[in-house]
């Protein structure tokens, strides 16, 4: 009896870490100005999502800098234009910008930030998009992210 709560203790134990990995994703910049991922699925289900930004490059900040924004697909373009001219100080992010949904500092190589974001601020049938504000690395690093069931 002991030994069957101890199994069922274990297996619960590892079953929790494995639902949080539900709601957290970790993508990767790189100094190629590139994401490990161009698509993020977040679940209905999750209350927070969290994104683990990690570069693995070797550049400093200041001339490789990377970081993860989060809007509607349609403010993408004209989000991402606007938040280059913000400079590093701001992380090229304008905090009081509502087309902002969530998005990290700016880091450089063999740094890790993150960010976490209710999922009630997304959408069923919203088209989102991910970029980095860094100025000129938009048209490369992007990618979609979706609500799913």
């Known amino acids: ?8 203790a274990v297996l619960t134990a590892l079953a929790v870490p494995a639902f949080a990995d539900d709601c957290a994703v970790t993508i990767e910049g790189t100094d190629q100005m590139t994401y490990n991922l161009s ?6 289900s999750c209350e927070k999502f969290t994104v683990n930004l990690k570069h693995v490059g070797k550049l400093p900040v200041g001339s490789m800098g990377h970081n993860w924004v989060l ?10 234009q606007e ?12 905090d009081a ?3 902002v949904l969530a ?3 700016v880091i450089g190589g063999g740094e890790e930030t993150s960010v976490t974001f209710d999922v ?13 504000s860094f100025p000129g ?5 992007n990618g979609s992210l979706k609500l799913v069931d």
Do not use: P, W
């Not at 009896?1 to 069922?8: N, S, W």
């Not at 009630?120 to 980095?132: A, I, P, R, T, V």
């Not at 690395?137 to 690093?141: G, S």
């Open 1 to 8: 009896m002991i030994r069957k709560l101890a199994v069922a």
């Open 39 to 44: 698509e993020i699925d977040v679940k209905k």
């Open 71 to 80: 809007t509607k697909t349609e403010d993408y373009q004209a989000t991402a």
């Open 83 to 94: 938040s280059a001219a913000l400079g590093l100080e701001k992380n090229y992010v304008d």
């Open 97 to 99: 910008d509502e087309r």
């Open 103 to 105: 998005h990290t500092k």
């Open 120 to 132: 009630s601020k997304l959408k069923e049938g919203q088209s989102y998009s991910y970029f980095c």
């Open 137 to 141: 690395h938009y048209a490369l690093m």
